[in-house]
Each structure stands twice: as structure tokens, then as C-alpha cells.
């Protein structure tokens, strides 16, 4: 969610860190682009800041909708996600499901750091037919032959979604998508090393 289909800045409350992951990329402060569509969003205990919304989200949320069966999942909470989530999507037709931080794998990363990482097999046990698409190498550490990596999206336009799309649309006749994102991608061979920090050695895909 954060830094792939929106970038949330200028939280009333800093540090922001309780409501989402930290991530190195994430700069401090942003300089977004005056065409790029923001909203003001109200959490529940008070603490408000501005969402930042890709170019194309919501035609990209749409299409998804129409054609794929569609879950966010993300390493911030509840308490932030949900009413972000809320406001996207008010009538709950467009994301199937939610995932929060709760249904996130905690590990211990460097200097004693917890980070979240998105194990898929929370949402389905159809593994061969589903992907991941997130900004953060780390979300796709349980399952890298599932991931789709975009850049970092801070507030600039860019032509990101669209692309996502086309790829999904390109995945969707395969019985298996995994061979081809190992192709494309070379997320297992990449997040190897990390893999054996974090998860400890066992089998290349789980």
C-alpha cells in the first residue's frame, strides 16, 4: 500500500512509525507534484496527515477489480490502513480483502529492528496463481518467485500503474506465474542471502 499506490506524509502525531513500517527509502520530506492527487485522511485517534494517490490508482483499482481477484496488504496497522483503505474504496467493491500488520510475519532485521514481512500464504493457498506487487524487497522475502517490484512512489507522476496492469493481464492465461516472474524479475536468486538472515535455511520456496 504505502510507497506503491500511495505515499502518506506530514503526519500531525511524528513519529509515524507506529502506523506504518519504517522504510529506508522513505524520505523525511517530500516535494510532490502539483498534478497528483492528494486527500486529507483522519485516523481514529486524532492524528491526520496527506495521502498522496499514484497517478491512475483508482482506474488501476478498478480494473483489478474487474478482472483479478484483489487484496491489499500491508505492513501498517489497522487503525491507519482501514480508514485509508475506507476512503478508496467506500462501497468495499473494489479490494476483496484486507490485510493489516496482524497478518504480517514478524522478523528481527539488523540493529534489532522489527520488520513485517507479507507471507501470501495469509491470503490464499493458490500460490501458482497469485502475485504481490510492493516497492519494498523485503515483502517479497517469503515468497520471491511471487513479486512484482515497482519503484518507490514519494508524490512524482509517473506511468507505473499502467504498466503493473498490462503485466497482470499478460500473467493472467498462465497456469503457474511463477516461472515467469523468476525471468523477469530474478527475485529468488536477488533476496537469496536475505532469505537465510531472516527466515533461516530451508527450501528455496515456501
Same mark, same amino acid.
Given at each position: 500500500?504505502?510507497?506503491?499506490?500511495?505515499?502518506?506524509?506530514?503526519?500531525?502525531?511524528e513519529?509515524?512509525?507506529?502506523?506504518?513500517?519504517?522504510?529506508?527509502?522513505?524520505?523525511?520530506?517530500?516535494?510532490?507534484?502539483?498534478?497528483?492527487?492528494?486527500f486529507?485522511?483522519?485516523?481514529?485517534?486524532?492524528?491526520?496527515?496527506?495521502?498522496?494517490?499514484?497517478p491512475?490508482?483508482?482506474?488501476?483499482?478498478?480494473?483489478?477489480?474487474?478482472?483479478?481477484?484483489?487484496? *491489499?496488504?500491508?505492513?501498517?496497522?489497522?487503525?491507519?490502513?482501514?480508514?485509508?483503505?475506507?476512503? @478508496?474504496?467506500?462501497?468495499?467493491?473494489?479490494?476483496?480483502?484486507?490485510?493489516?500488520?496482524?497478518?504480517?510475519?514478524? *522478523?528481527?532485521?539488523?540493529?534489532?529492528?522489527?520488520?513485517?514481512?507479507?507471507d501470501?500464504?495469509? $491470503?490464499?493457498?493458490? @500460490?501458482?496463481?497469485? $502475485?504481490?506487487?510492493?516497492?519494498?524487497?523485503?515483502s517479497?522475502?517469503?515468497?520471491?518467485?511471487?513479486?512484482i517490484? *515497482?519503484?518507490?512512489? *514519494?508524490?512524482?507522476?509517473?506511468?507505473?500503474?499502467?504498466?503493473?496492469?498490462?503485466?497482470?493481464?499478460?500473467?493472467?492465461?498462465?497456469?503457474? $506465474?511463477?516461472?515467469?516472474?523468476?525471468?523477469?524479475?530474478?527475485?529468488?536468486?536477488?533476496?537469496?542471502d536475505?532469505?537465510?538472515r531472516l527466515?533461516g535455511p530451508?527450501?528455496?520456496?515456501?
Amino acid at each position: 500500500m504505502d510507497e506503491m499506490m500511495i505515499h502518506s506524509a506530514r503526519f500531525s502525531d511524528e513519529p509515524d512509525e507506529g502506523y506504518r513500517q519504517s522504510e529506508a527509502s522513505r524520505p523525511g520530506v517530500i516535494n510532490p507534484e502539483k498534478d497528483v492527487e492528494s486527500f486529507i485522511l483522519q485516523l481514529g485517534d486524532g492524528v491526520s496527515c496527506t495521502v498522496y494517490k499514484r497517478p491512475g490508482l483508482d482506474d488501476f483499482l478498478r480494473a483489478c477489480s474487474e478482472e483479478f481477484e484483489t487484496h *491489499v496488504f500491508t505492513a501498517g496497522t489497522q487503525g491507519y490502513a482501514e480508514p485509508l483503505l475506507d476512503h @478508496l474504496d467506500p462501497d468495499r467493491t473494489l479490494i476483496k480483502g484486507r490485510f493489516y500488520r496482524a497478518d504480517c510475519r514478524p *522478523v528481527k532485521v539488523w540493529g534489532g529492528q522489527t520488520q513485517f514481512l507479507k507471507d501470501l500464504s495469509a $491470503v490464499t493457498p493458490e @500460490l501458482h496463481r497469485t $502475485v504481490l506487487v510492493d516497492n519494498n524487497p523485503l515483502s517479497f522475502v517469503c515468497q520471491p518467485s511471487n513479486g512484482i517490484p *515497482v519503484p518507490d512512489f *514519494v508524490g512524482k507522476s509517473d506511468q507505473i500503474l499502467p504498466a503493473v496492469l498490462r503485466l497482470l493481464r499478460q500473467l493472467a492465461p498462465l497456469e503457474d $506465474v511463477r516461472p515467469t516472474l523468476d525471468t523477469m524479475f530474478e527475485l529468488q536468486e536477488q533476496l537469496r542471502d536475505m532469505r537465510t538472515r531472516l527466515l533461516g535455511p530451508g527450501p528455496s520456496k515456501l
